[in-house]
Each structure stands twice: as C-alpha cells, then as structure tokens.
C-alpha cells in the first residue's frame, strides 16, 4: 500500500506539471520582434529619405534646364548687358550658382542648382550642368 500511495504522489508531481513558454522565453521573443520592426522602421525611414533626394534631384535638373531655356531667351540682354544672371527665376526651395559669376558668352557657363538636404550624407544634393552658348546677337 506505501508503494502505491508513492507511485500516485509521484504521478500527481507529473500532473502538476505544466507546459508552455516560460516568462524568459517570452520576454526574448517580445525583445527579437521589437528589434524586428525597429529594423523595419528604420529601412522605411531611409528608404522616404531616398525617394525624396531622388524627387529633389530630379527638381534641380528640371531647374537647371529651365535656366538654360532663359539664358537662351535673354542671350542678346545678357550679353549687352542691360539684363544680369541674377534676374532669371528659380523655383523656392533652390539655390543657384554660376560659374563665373557674370555672363561672358566666350565662356562656357556652369549653372549648379543645390536643394540643401543634409539628412543623407552619402548622395549629392546639387545638380550641374554646363552650356555654351554661340555669339548671334548683333
């Protein structure tokens, strides 16, 4: 009789019992899929900084464009003089710089259009170009 009342306690000791996750098992999954979607976080984060350079980078060669267009359209006041670099429009947001700073149509003419974005230290912010143009004002 003392021998199966000790094999019934030892059975209730394996009732008792209880399977599951244990509270650190737990607490490392809830820290695995908190750094999970802090990674996630930050990859959405650069990925929106991207897309944005890339939108700003597109602006400025639209900007750069748009310059050479009223460089054209004023070549003959610039040349004489009675117009300046300095008064041709450029869309907020945008600096531009020439180089040289006054209109000499013998020169090639670099225009650069910078938007200023400091957040992403691996890409340009500032967009060049270089045109030339031909002497057919009289």
């Not at 650190?24 to 899929?33: D, F, Y």
């Not at 400025?60 to 359209?73: D, F, G, L, R, Y």
Request: aromatic share 8%; net charge negative; with cysteine.
């Amino acid at each position: 009789m003392l021998n199966s009342f000790s094999r019934a306690r030892h059975s209730s000791k394996q009732n008792n019992k209880q399977s599951g996750f244990t509270l650190i098992e737990l607490l490392i999954a809830l820290l695995i899929a908190a750094l999970s979607v802090l990674g996630l976080a930050y990859t959405q984060n650069k990925s929106l900084q991207y897309a944005r350079s890339s939108s700003q980078y597109t602006l400025a060669s639209i900007e750069a464009s748009n310059t050479v267009e009223q460089i054209w359209n004023s070549l003959c006041e610039l040349k004489d003089g009675s117009k300046s670099l300095g008064d041709l429009t450029l869309a907020d947001g945008f600096t531009r710089t020439f180089d040289p700073t006054t209109f000499d149509i013998t020169d090639t003419l670099k225009i650069s259009i910078d938007w200023g974005d400091q957040r992403l230290t691996d890409v340009e912010d500032e967009v060049s170009v270089q045109a030339v143009f031909p002497d057919i004002c009289p």
